[in-house]
Nanobody, 122 residues
Framework: QVQLVESGGGLVQPGGSLRLSCVAS????????MGWYRQAPGNQRELIAS???????TYEDFVQGRFTISRDNAKNTVYLQMNSLKPEDTAVYYC????????????????WGQGTQVTVSS
């Protein structure tokens, strides 16, 4: 019923920038919190940043000042602008959206994108 499609990953040199996008489609009534996570090989998936429907955002310390999360509610889209990338930022990046489906009252569920690879290397 709902599909999340990510784009924008790739290979970038240290110090470079990338912008990730994640658009949701389907029988969507409303979307609450949106977030970005990442998972490096051998590590657990970790939260990077999240943004509430009203626009308020929170960040983990390791990306504070380098990454910016934003959303476009009209487009059901969340973005992650990543600047000053470091080799340790290399991971598969996943978006998550807490979506309320049409006809489901106010109960939301977590939906995930398929992941996009970000590689930071010279």
């Amino acid at each position: 019923q709902v599909q999340l499609v990510e784009s924008g990953g790739g290979l970038v040199q240290p110090g470079g920038s990338l912008r990730l996008s994640c658009v949701a489609s389907g029988s969507i009534f409303s979307i609450n919190t949106m977030g970005w996570y990442r998972q490096a090989p051998g590590n657990q998936r970790e939260l990077i940043a999240s943004v509430r429907r009203t626009g308020g955002a929170t960040y983990e310390d390791f990306v504070q000042g380098r990454f910016t999360i934003s959303r476009d509610n009209a487009k059901n889209t969340v973005y992650l602008q990543m600047n000053s990338l470091k080799p340790e930022d290399t991971a598969v990046y996943y978006c998550m959206q807490k979506i309320i489906l049409r006809g489901q009252g106010l109960r939301s569920a977590d939906y995930w994108g398929q992941g996009t690879q970000v590689t930071v290397s010279s």
